[in-house]
């Protein structure tokens, strides 16, 4: 039948000659290109060793802060919880002890902090809503896992770990 | 021969009113409702002798009455000044009010501690809102701020009075509601403090009254400290037989338990009716109550964040009858939440 638009090209399909049936040419065309590639830049990176830089505001897995002498900057106020609108972030609060200065800033403190991490959507909300520049979303990647109770992060995967402020370096902009 | 009601005639920020003598402007710019109504941090009208301590709600008078026309030299405080026929007052319409509260609002921050995140009050303080409608961003005060240590009173209630604003309210619940005065103001000028002489403890059935006349946080409920934030527990209208009081309270609840008992409070967050302290802090079950509804919020409140009470219908479904059929179990959630 008559094609509509005529564009239809109908391909001739002859039959190889003495030379194509050989497939050497072919085959040591093929093979020029793949070596052609070894001297090649390789666009791609080996992830887990090698990192491509990140854009500085990227946001990863959050990180509960510690102030200058090491204490948790989260006072458990909850406006986190209020500004995210994927309803990631249950905290309870308790009050600190006598003794307890020296771990926890203010007088109240989250003694229950849990982001569930399928939840959030890493918009950076709660970093915005943070009155005490207590969490950040300075992270890596949060990494697969096989179970989703495994994706509720607590206190132990999210206060950052404690460190000397006089041993820090600092960075040479 | 009966004597006719005499009508005051007054006219805030343009809009007329009609109130009887004795009123005070305050409670005229109330009748009309809206934003025109002065904010006030230390008038309650269930106080007597109330008000006229804080300032937030001074007004101009820009014609004092129909026979005395002249203006009002200096503004005025709205809570303490009666209305005279004819009056016009300017509130929010005038420049100068806003900014002479925008000072009052940076007088009573001065020693404020701003500890707003670990505050139980946050999300339902005066003072915050006020701030966050007339102050400025940053403060200008440069010297260390007046401390003092937090004190227990009585057993259910805690003083902070890093927090106090000296607006007297809790004073004036002291005295009116209970027998014996136990507590009060001492001290003068910036030394001044709310104390119970040796922090004696408070034991009246009424007392615990000075939580929720209280504009900020100074005065808070000890078996509530820390629980959770105010606007993720959810408030619901309940009442009970009571011996004492009314039994009229709103609930707060978080999931299936009652954090905290308070007073009914209207528009102006003042209570409606005063509570005793058995319902205040010992009855904390939902059996002890008969629940009524949810308690109205208004909705630019933090405590209306994220609580979605009506289902809004789009026009499309009002007037479609298979669409209304379609959303039947939505429809029916709103009902029952009416």
Known sequence: ?173 | MAEEEVKFKVTIDGIPVEVAPGTTILNAARQIGGDIVPPAMCYYSKLEGSGGKCRTCLVKVAKGSEKDPRPMPKLVASCRTTVMDGMEVHNITSPEVIEARRGVVEFLLINHPLDCPVCDQAGECKLQDLSYEHGLEQTRFEFSKRTFERIDIGGKIQLHMNRCILCYRCVYVANQLTDNREHGIIGRGIHSEISTYIEKALDSDFIGNVIDVCPVGALTDRTFRFKNRVWFTKPVNAHRDCPTCSGKVTLWYKGEDVLRVTGRKDEFGEVEEFICDTCRFETKSTADWILEEPAPIDHESVIAANHYYEFNLPPVIQENKKLQLANEEQLARTERLK
């Open chain 1, 1 to 173: 039948m008559q094609s509509l638009s005529n564009r239809k090209k109908v391909l001739e399909q002859k039959p190889m000659n003495i030379w194509e049936r050989m497939y050497l040419p072919a085959i040591a065309k093929g093979l020029s290109i793949t070596i052609r590639h070894f001297f090649k830049k390789i666009p791609t990176i080996k992830y887990p060793e090698q990192i491509r830089p990140y854009s500085k505001n990227f946001r990863g897995q959050h990180s509960l802060k510690r102030d200058e002498q090491g204490r948790e900057r989260c006072t458990a106020c909850g406006l986190c919880a209020l500004s995210c609108p994927a309803e990631a972030i249950t905290m309870i609060a308790a009050e600190r002890k006598k003794g307890e200065e020296h771990l926890y800033r203010e007088e109240k403190y989250a003694a229950v902090y849990e982001i569930n991490m399928l939840r959030c959507i890493f918009c950076g909300l709660c970093e915005e809503a943070c009155p005490k520049e207590a969490i950040y979303l300075d992270g890596p990647h949060v990494t697969a896992d096989y179970l989703r109770k495994d994706f509720i992060y607590g206190k132990d995967k999210l206060v950052e770990p404690k460190f000397d402020i006089t041993q820090l370096k600092q960075e040479k902009i």
